[in-house]
């Protein structure tokens, strides 16, 4: 039988260890932690994430900020808001969400957010203490994290002697990903549109992650009978229900159901489990600024 991984209710789960988190930081130490979310422009899609990420956190008992700026803002008004973030106290996670207007260099803007309230993840500092293993003091990228939680809690046991197959090796998803895996003991092959034989590849795969952002790319016959599969695509496809636009993954989820142990919906997979992982990671520097001992996610 093939287990759909709830994303949803783990996700729940997470959310409610950090608002309790949270509660015990604010009545020990006073410290309320704070998340500023700034978005540049009007895309659709992103106005539904920032609203989403600000009410995840108004449950979490944060103290929550946005800065909707218009999109012809300038690469130097954006560096001077997040200066004056990283100056601010009462402000513990800044998340700049992505993607930035073509005039904006983004690596510039990331690598202008303090290294201890990049909750994304994307700063080299902590980019390379993922990569050497320092996951301590390292912020871990949202969803890869949430991805790692899902796979733990699918598999039940350590990932030693596991191959894992990561396809896609973007700095936000792939690259980060294939690190978790690796530093939790499996074998991990990264693969991308050169890769020879791809089908092959995945069928090889006891863990199986798609992060490439095309639709349904993934077929039933390319994954190993009681696979893990867990899908990080988003593709919003026009021609749904009604008119309606309808989302999916990377994976071909009837197919590839049929063969998973377990497999990640979309939506319901790993989408909200980014969010939880955006308000872990800032509940993490909250307790850090507070000279406390984070919990852990
Ligand atoms: N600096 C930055 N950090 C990000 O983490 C970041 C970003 N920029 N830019 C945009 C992407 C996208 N992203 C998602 C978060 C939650 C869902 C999510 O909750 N999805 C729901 C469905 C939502 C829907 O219906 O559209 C689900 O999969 O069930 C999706 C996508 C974070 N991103």
Redesign the pocket.
Known sequence: MTTVID??AVAADVVTKVRIAAEKLIAETGVVPGIAVVIVGHDP??Q??VA??GKKAKECGFHSVEHALPSDTSEADLVALVQKLNADPKIHGI?????LPDHIDAGKIIQTISADKDV?G?HFTNVGKLGTGELDTAFV???PAGSMLLIERALGRDLSGLNAVVVGRSN?VGKPMANLLLNANATVTVAHSRTKDLPALCRSADILVAAVGRPEMIKGDWVKPGATVIDVG?N?LEGGLNGKSK?VGDVDYGSAAEQAGAITP???????M??AL?MANTVVSAFRSAGQSAPRF
């Not at 979309?266 to 909200?272: R, W």
């Open positions: 994303g949803k899609a992103s539904v994430y989403s990420k998340l700049v969400q992505l993607p994304d994307f990228p949202c969803t936000i988003i919003r989302l979309v939506p319901g997979g790993v989408g909200p980014t969010i955006l």
